[in-house]
């Protein structure tokens, strides 16, 4: 027998409920709306027993709803675009993004369940655009309207904007109309079309006589602008206000933060300033908060080296160490492998610096130069918070390593990163830091070694038959390829001929026999040929079979792994 529906709460009981308001705020309210004859929500808020934006986000709770700040957002140009602001005005709603491959709108309104006004806005919209409703309240959304309908918000028209107009670089230090001013909107619209672009990072870098803007797009940089170098004081201006900066300093390097929404999520930029002999060099790393975390059963690599992340995973205890340079995606790679471990039964901490994405569920710690914190503090202290995991961001030093290694032989499993070149040059990285042989030997899980490459565009990719080279460099036990892939260009990846990254991985599982050798500080041939005797896969090995597959071209992955044992040098 079906149980029967519970009625969902009046809104007024559910303020109540989240502790928003008091039950005798709540009787006066009810007896100045039987007064007035106006919403209750608007009522509380005229009477100043709540804000606008914590009404927005308890009605949006009530309603299961998804809500948006419009006063943290900027808009998608595109969006604008699609909504006339006459029309907008009229049904008092805001395009905040349109995503372009889905076909959707998503748009700001203060009654989501107003269905007349949704069909209303899909009949103004190009046929096949659905939208997708966001809950926003009255006020910001009038004041979003106004804020952002008239302006160009493109960087073509507004560079357009300042360069045929009249332009003064201190007027966006002022309070008032700032997003009248092109500057603001040019930050703006560099923020949001980096993050369209897929950018990981911003870089701005003044030159003797301009400005440059480079992307990189995909692990490579590529300049997307040159400005004339007058406009700089007013745009790092900007970028320090948003950051939270310091605006006068312009000697000392500075770090900041920023938090947006953009093209519908959140997301936060980590910003540094340096000086140079030409101005204040300013790159912005972008942290997607939707992109952060990829599940391990979604990860593009192999069911074989997912089975070996798993097996390792299944040890109670000991030491798991992801290797490679910095941006080779070892981060992500862990954070993969704590969300698959992550559960009720587990209490998985982790002492990073800094945090870049939080995680539901996990103790995430950020390393802090104020108390004088680092990693090896850290770890003693986390061990006193009974962890059953514990995820330390780098081992840079001894004093790190060993109480890494500490945490392992107690009962704990352990995670961390180090720079190596390979996953067998762990071994010598640690033994150079000040960490024992007796204590290598037995407490390592597996050691990962990792490096990511541009991955080939599927929609331009151009089939050719191998040159004597590459033929040299494909020879294995597997018969030849008939053709392998190479780099196209077409619109799809901006005339890149790659659109994306993928991982290239070597898994070293740890067992008795290896485990001796390493005890035994024997050389590191010695360790090669016996793991290589075990099935152990080199970077050399994963990149030939990702260009088999035609995942990735040759040039692209001499990029980042070592030819030469293929070519017998």
Known sequence: MNSPIQPRKR????????????????????????????????VLVQLGFLTESVLKEALGEHLGQDSVNLREVIPDSDAIKLIDKSLAVKLKVMPVSYIIDQKKLLLAMPDTFDILTIDRVTAALPEGVHVEPLLASEQEVMFAIDHFYGFELSIDGILHEIETGEFDVRSSEQEGKEYSHPTVRLVDAFLTDAVKQDASDIHFEPEEGFLRVRYRIDGVLRQVRSLHKKYWPAIVVRLKVLAGMNIAEVRAPQDGHISLKITGHPIDFRIASQPTLHGENVVLRILDRSKAIVPLDELDISDYQRNMFKLMMARPEGLILVTGPTGSGKTTTLYSLLNYLNDESVNIMTLEDPVEYPIPMIRQSSLNSAVKMDFAGGIRSLMRQDPDIILVGEMRDGDTANMGFRAAMTGHQVFSTLHTNSALGAFLRLRDIGVASSMLAGNIIGVVGQRLVRKLCRHCRVAKAPSELEIQLLDSTEPLPEHIYHAGGCDKCGQRGYKGRIALLEILKMDDDLDELVAQQAPLRELSELATAKGFLRLVDDAIARVRSGDTTIDEVSRVVDFSSRLGM
């Open 11 to 42: 809104i007024g009981d559910q303020l109540i409920d989240s502790g928003v308001i008091s039950a005798d705020q709540l009787s006066i309210a009810i007896l100045e709306q039987k007064r007035s004859g106006e919403r209750l929500g608007a």
